[in-house]
């Protein structure tokens, strides 16, 4: 007649389980808790107040209900250091268009009798200093569309690939249809406008000039894709200073002389009073022919006046 009692193999007693994950019924000698790591007594009938030392592995919190840990809803689960350090790099890479780096400032275009003329200095600017001088901020697209930008030239730099990609396509096509001024402008509005829908918006000011049925045509679009069209346009601290000079100046019968000497009139005021340009820029022309960009240039400055050779003590302020 077999043995009533368990048998012992290899140190183990036959009918009792792992310690700590028993039955009743099995020795509770032998018993390990898995909360106080103490020998004599089950986990459910621990009597101590201690956390537990050791998460207990998830086939043990399966097989008994006892180990199994609530869900702490009030702080998430600790995510890794590599996964930590990714969605800090996706936040900056999200929030980085918001601070531009390298910008250029005013560009201002004027309609004269059968075209349209456009000025832009070529200083890049990064931060407050002046670190780049000799960055082309018109583009000619189609050879019948002018494109000035204010603000990040990284921004633009994207824009005009994408513009030049659009021209590639339209001559492969040859269906002799290439876009206007007027779309070039209405398409850009809806690039704008959808990037400010994103939260991640481009940051420039665009100015667009063409000819619209032999008509000059000069708009404007705005990094939130606000967009009007007027006879004399600006851009960035250029809106504030050269505006009222055009106002004044400007009328429909302006020829293409009269309208580069108020340009450049404009620029050098700019240049005075605006701490993000220099005095380099470049002038660009389209009508019914095309489109042609001048070289870089210098504008002529006065700095001799006698105030500021024998500034005198008291004139004009408190000093």
């Known amino acids: 007649m077999a043995d009533s009692q368990p048998q012992a193999r290899g140190g183990m007693v036959i009918g009792a389980v792992r310690p700590g994950l028993g039955r009743k019924t099995a020795d509770p000698a032998n018993a390990t808790c898995q909360k106080c790591l103490k020998k004599g007594h089950w986990t459910f009938e621990c009597q101590g107040k201690a956390a537990y030392v050791r998460r207990p592995s998830r086939s043990k919190q399966l097989a008994n209900p006892k180990l199994r840990q609530p869900f702490n809803t ?13 969605a800090q790099a996706d936040l900056t890479m999200a929030q980085r ?25 070529t200083l890049g600017s990064y931060g ?7 960055n082309r901020r018109i583009v000619s697209v189609h050879n019948s569309t002018l494109v000035g930008a204010g603000g990040e030239l990284s921004d633009f730099q994207f824009l005009t690939d994408h513009l030049d990609a659009m021209a590639v396509t339209d001559f492969n096509l040859d269906d002799k249809c290439d876009l206007t001024a007027p779309e070039i402008y209405h398409y850009l509005q809806r690039v704008l406008y959808h990037r400010r829908n994103k939260f991640d918006p481009l940051w420039n000011t665009l100015l667009i000039a063409g000819m619209d049925k032999n008509e000059p ?8 894709g606000c967009a009007f069209t007027g006879d004399f346009l600006a851009t960035g601290f250029g809106h504030h200073l050269a505006t009222p000079i055009l106002r004044n100046e400007w009328h429909a019968d302006l020829t293409e002389d009269q309208a580069r000497q108020l340009l450049e009139k404009v620029m050098k005021v700019c240049y005075y009073r605006d701490c993000r340009t220099i005095n380099r820029i470049v002038i660009a022309r389209v009508n019914a022919q095309g489109t042609v960009l001048s070289e870089p240039f210098a504008v002529d400055t006065k700095w001799d006046y006698a105030s500021f050779v024998k500034p005198k003590s008291g004139t004009g302020s408190s000093w």
């Open 128 to 134: 407050s200093l002046a670190r780049f001088t000799d």
């Open 74 to 86: 009030d702080k998430p689960p600790e995510r890794s250091t590599f996964h930590k350090k990714e």
């Open 97 to 121: 268009t918001q601070s531009p780096i390298v910008t250029g400032t005013s560009v201002i275009a004027v309609k004269y009798r059968g075209g349209v003329l456009m000025a832009a200095d």
């Open 217 to 224: 045509f000069l708009g404007q679009v705005t990094l939130i």
